[in-house]
């Protein structure tokens, strides 16, 4: 099946620090998103991202589908960026459903 | 709007006890999606429903059934509780199919003891 596999699984930032957290995944994707699980546990959808690149304030990502991998960018990291960052994939047209990676666990210290 | 809304927050239950996790969505969202997270661990898919009518397995199914009662609600069963269900459970919609994205409910944190 489908792997999805997230590089670094922790990191620790100084705030104001830039940082690129990376998603591989094994095989032929029709979508893939971002998300961030604050603190409280609360999953919040950063980007739907299948190809191409987008931006949203201090946050973008980068997926190169052909090499089969997504880079999400924080810049000017702030405290409340930390969290759990996921990637998720689906390779199913018909069902949109999502298999995640592990994460990447963020600290941002002030 | 409330989006997703899941019900209860928190729940303890005896082994060998049942309960339904309850998920209601009011964006008009096609497919909705139950996944359930262990602790260091990502989200894996237990039931999803692509759309009212229709359900079908994910990768952790064991021990659950769901309910797909309208376009709204989308509901999650465990008929005999056991400790390896303890677990954060989360329900999440999307439009459909694969150009849109999701969107999750706070979440259900069950503990079996």
């Known amino acids: 099946g489908i792997q999805v596999e997230q590089s670094p699984p922790d990191l620790i930032l100084q705030e104001g620090a830039n940082s690129t957290l990376r998603c591989n995944f094994s095989?032929?994707?029709?979508?893939l998103q971002w998300f961030h699980q604050n603190p409280w546990g609360q999953l919040i959808n950063l980007f739907y991202?299948?190809?191409g690149t987008k931006q949203n304030g201090r946050l973008s990502a980068t997926t190169v589908a052909t090499e089969r991998y997504s880079l999400l960018y924080i810049s000017s990291s702030q405290t409340t960026d930390s969290g759990v960052y996921f990637c998720?994939?689906?390779?199913?047209?018909?069902?949109?459903?999502?298999?995640f990676g592990q994460g990447t666990t963020l600290q941002v210290k002030p | 709007n409330a989006g997703v809304t899941q019900t209860p927050k928190f729940q303890v239950l005896k082994t060998g006890q049942s309960m339904t996790l309850q998920c209601a969505q009011d964006?008009?969202?096609?497919?909705m999606y139950w996944y359930r997270q262990d602790p260091g661990m990502g989200l894996r898919l237990i039931y999803y429903?692509?759309?009212?009518?229709?359900?079908d397995k994910g990768e952790v199914p064991n021990g659950y059934n769901v309910s797909r009662l309208n376009k709204r609600e989308f509901s999650l069963r465990l008929e005999s509780a056991a400790p390896s269900q303890t677990s954060v459970y989360f329900c999440?919609?999307?439009?459909?199919?694969?150009?849109?994205?999701?969107?999750f409910g706070s979440g259900t944190r069950l503990t079996v003891v």
């Open positions: 999440a919609s999307s439009v459909g199919g694969s150009n849109y994205g999701y969107t």
């Open positions: 095989d032929s994707v029709n979508n």
């Open positions: 991202i299948p190809s």
């Open positions: 998720a994939v689906s390779f199913s047209s018909n069902t949109g459903k999502l298999i």
């Open positions: 964006m008009n969202h096609n497919s």
């Open positions: 429903s692509a759309s009212e009518g229709t359900t």
